[in-house]
Structure formats: C-alpha cells, structure tokens
C-alpha cells in the first residue's frame, strides 16, 4: 500500500533534502499544536487526524511489526493525535491494537472506535461489542459504529442502550460503499447518529452531493475513511513536484495536501488514514496543523488534481 508513498518520500521534490521523519518534523507548522475538533453533540474534542487500521494492524506473532506498530501510536499521541479507528471485520486487528495499547499504556491518551455488523442480530451485536472490549483490553468504547450500513430502517436504538449502561461513550455508522448512500442518507437523518463514518478524498467526492450536507444538518460527526482512494491518489502524482500552492497551507508533502483537503470540508470532523510507519503517522499530523484550503483553495486543489 505504500510503496508509491515511499518513492514520494525518497525522490518526490517535496522530500528531496529531508526524507522520512527529518520531512515531518521540519514542516512549516510542525510545531504547532493540532487542530481539534468538537464532536457536534458531546463536549469531546476530537483531533482531526487519526490513524486506521484495516489490514495494517492485522497480523499475530511477529514481533518486530508489532514493535512498530508501538511506534506508529506513541508517534500519533506524542504529535498530539489520539483517534485509532478499528473493526471487529478487521482480522487480528483489535487484538493488535489493544496489546500495543496497553503495553504502551496509552488508554487514556487514546480515542479507540471500533465497529461491529450492522446485519448483527440484538444478540450477536451484544455478542460483538463485549468481544470487542476483551479483543481490545478496555472496559468502555470511546465509539462503536455499526459497520457497512445499507437498510434504511437501520436503528440505533441498541447502541444508545449500551451508551446509557457507560459500555460506549459515543455511537455512529459507517459505510464505505456507494451503493449503500440512500439508505445512509435516511439513517443520517431519522437517527442523527452521534459519529458518521464514510469514503471521501479528492478522487472520491460523491459524499459531496448528499451525505456530508446531511451529516452536518443533523449534527453528526463526521470521520472519512480511505484519504488516499487505497493509494490511487499517491499514484497520480508519482514523479511531479508539489504544486505551488502547498506552501500557501503550510503543506510539505502530498500526504498533507491530501488530508487537508478532506479536513478543509465544513463537514468533516477527523480523517483516518492508515499507516505502518512512523514517519507517515508524523506527516499525516501536520496536515491537522497550520492553514487550511478556504473555498477558493479548494477549487484551485481540484482543478489540479483533475488534470493530473
């Protein structure tokens, strides 16, 4: 997944004096804090970058992955991040996730969402959820989301149960399928979930047309999954420079433009995008700091990456 970033990082013009972590860290406005947000209907303040963990933390018995993957948490917290976004679907992934964890001691410094089937019956999301909380050491959710949601009758009504007995502290749905935005848009505004979860990137924008509105109408806060459209957007720019509006939002690196486009949306509260590196998860961070793309910017973003 991240060999066309890698290339980037070694030859790309952004990273042509300071590869990997020496290019994070000496970002325009890497020193300064995070921008955070607020989870439109709790008083929780989010960091608006997080880190996922579909296929990347699903793996067992390999020390030196999981040595890394430490690495890649310490870096999200120490950079002022805390959101790590998993599944129940994901594999091996909670179990990962939550011995790195607790061998870094790090719970309380992290905001851990997970995701059980939303085609779960009462009894196997009951079930799931407790699962969940074993898989990954915790005793309460900071989020569980009911995963791929595609019935428009879709109810909420069990999370907010678990909600009210202290096991999550907030509730959501996610879906990453096209095919499923009709009845999300439904779900969205009959239950006006606490979190909403969905694809978005420049090149994936159709949650423009009728999701994020209606995320944000009904109060939801919004997470997007796959940033980098599964590492497409990192392809197209393979070889070119950076364009010359990157400094004008304190961007070093393709990653960052990226992200802050996402991050730059009205609607949009935290981006998740997945690494095993810790020089990524430190470029990823700077894209929650510094300028963001007001409107024009974004237009001006989009016509150059149309033409890519």
């Not at 303040?45 to 990347?56: F, K, R, S």
Request: net charge positive; with cysteine; glycine share 8%.
């Amino acid at each position: 997944m991240t060999l066309s970033r890698r290339h980037l990082l070694a030859t790309g013009a952004a990273a042509a004096a300071l590869p990997g972590i020496a290019l994070a860290q000496n970002a325009p406005a890497a020193g300064a804090p995070i921008l955070k947000r607020r989870v439109p209907q709790s008083s929780a303040m989010l960091p608006v970058v997080g880190i996922g963990t579909a296929i990347i933390f699903d793996f067992e018995n390999d020390a030196a992955k999981m040595d890394q993957r430490k690495q890649v948490l310490r870096a999200l917290v120490a950079g002022g991040g805390s959101l790590i976004d998993t599944a129940a679907g994901y594999g091996n992934a909670e179990v990962t996730v939550g011995q790195a964890v607790a061998e870094t001691g790090l719970r309380s410094q992290v905001f851990i969402a997970t995701k059980f089937s939303s085609r779960d019956t009462r009894e196997q999301a009951e079930a799931e959820t407790k699962a969940s909380l074993t898989r990954l050491r915790t005793n309460y959710l900071d989020l569980q989301q009911a995963w791929n949601v595609n019935d428009a009758n879709f109810s909420t009504a069990q999370m907010k149960e678990w909600k009210a007995a202290g096991t999550i502290r907030h509730y959501g749905i996610t879906s990453s399928m096209d095919g499923a935005y009709d009845a999300l848009a439904q779900v969205i505004r009959r239950e006006k979930p606490e979190f909403f979860q969905i694809n978005y990137s420049l090149g994936d924008r159709d949650a423009e047309k009728v999701l994020l509105p209606a995320a944000q109408e009904s109060g939801c806060a919004v997470l997007t999954n796959l940033p980098f459209g599964r590492n497409s957007l990192f392809k197209k720019v393979v070889g070119k420079p950076l364009p010359d509006f990157a400094k004008e939002i304190d961007c070093t690196s393709f990653a960052q433009i990226f992200l802050k486009y996402i991050l730059s949306h009205p609607a949009v509260t935290a981006v998740i995008p997945g690494t095993d590196t810790q020089a990524y998860m430190l470029d990823n961070l700077n894209a929650g700091r510094g300028r963001m793309p007001d409107a024009a910017m974004r237009r001006r973003i989009e016509a150059w990456y149309d033409k890519l």
